[in-house]
């Protein structure tokens, strides 16, 4: 059981590039979400899916697309990086019921 | 709208000492409440959680958090700090959707 996973653990990307983020759970949650996190700001979310096949958007979706491509598997696409990105991105999963949050060891991105 | 406060951005403490971190909300009703750890370069930890019942949880870590409702707060203490817990402890709430605090960093003087 390894929780939630995220790939890579460390990008750098240079102003305008595009890439994508990846997030697995192995919990059976249904919920899922991507957060970045930048200093004095605590976490802020981008995006969530509250099931397979739905996604809506959260603080900070601008910039920023996602895909719920199974149960497992929620994505988050950066389509053309800019320096404001640079952050460490975060991954979670949620239990139903009572909505504890279970985050993934964190993706950090520079943009250059 | 939903918030969740921390106000203390930064907190030292001797290793031995108590700690209390603070931690306010406002919330058309009480939210579930959560505190989450994280060291450096980690992601976060769940320390403990409150949904209902005992307004006073026990969490991981030797660490427990009161809940109390007249105040709009969810305090957590620890009895005695040991310098593993150097870290970023987050408060966050659940009404509608998911709201963290802006976080609070403790270091421990040996």
């Known amino acids: 059981n390894a929780g939630v996973t995220q790939t890579p653990k460390f990008q750098v990307l240079k102003t305008g590039q595009s890439m994508t983020l990846q997030c697995a759970q192995d919990?059976?949650?249904?919920?899922m979400y991507w957060y970045r996190q930048d200093p004095g700001m605590g976490l802020r979310l981008i995006y969530y899916?509250?099931?397979?096949?739905?996604?809506d958007k959260g603080e900070v979706p601008n910039g920023y697309n996602v895909s719920r491509l199974n149960k497992r598997e929620f994505s988050l696409r950066l389509e053309s990086a800019a320096p404001s990105q640079t952050s460490v991105y975060f991954c979670?999963?949620?239990?139903?019921?009572?909505?504890?949050?279970?985050f993934g060891p964190g993706t950090r991105l520079t943009v250059l | 709208a939903q918030s969740v406060t921390q106000p203390d951005i930064h907190i030292t403490v001797s290793e031995g000492a108590s700690l209390e971190l603070r931690c306010n909300y406002s919330?058309?009703?009480?939210?579930?409440l959560f505190w989450y750890v994280q060291s450096p370069g980690q992601g976060l930890q769940l320390l403990l959680k409150?949904?209902?019942?005992?307004?006073l949880v026990q969490g991981i870590k030797g660490f427990e958090a009161e809940f109390k409702r007249s105040q709009s707060s969810f305090n957590l203490r620890k009895p005695s700090v040991h310098w593993s817990d150097a870290a970023e402890y987050f408060c966050?709430?659940?009404?509608?959707?998911?709201?963290f605090g802006p976080g609070t960093r403790l270091s421990v003087l040996p």
């Open positions: 919330y058309g009703a009480t939210p579930y």
């Open positions: 979670a999963s949620s239990e139903p019921g009572t909505d504890t949050q279970y």
């Open positions: 919990m059976n949650h249904n919920s």
């Open positions: 899916s509250a099931s397979e096949g739905t996604t």
């Open positions: 409150y949904f209902s019942g005992d307004t």
């Open positions: 966050a709430g659940y009404g509608q959707n998911f709201v």
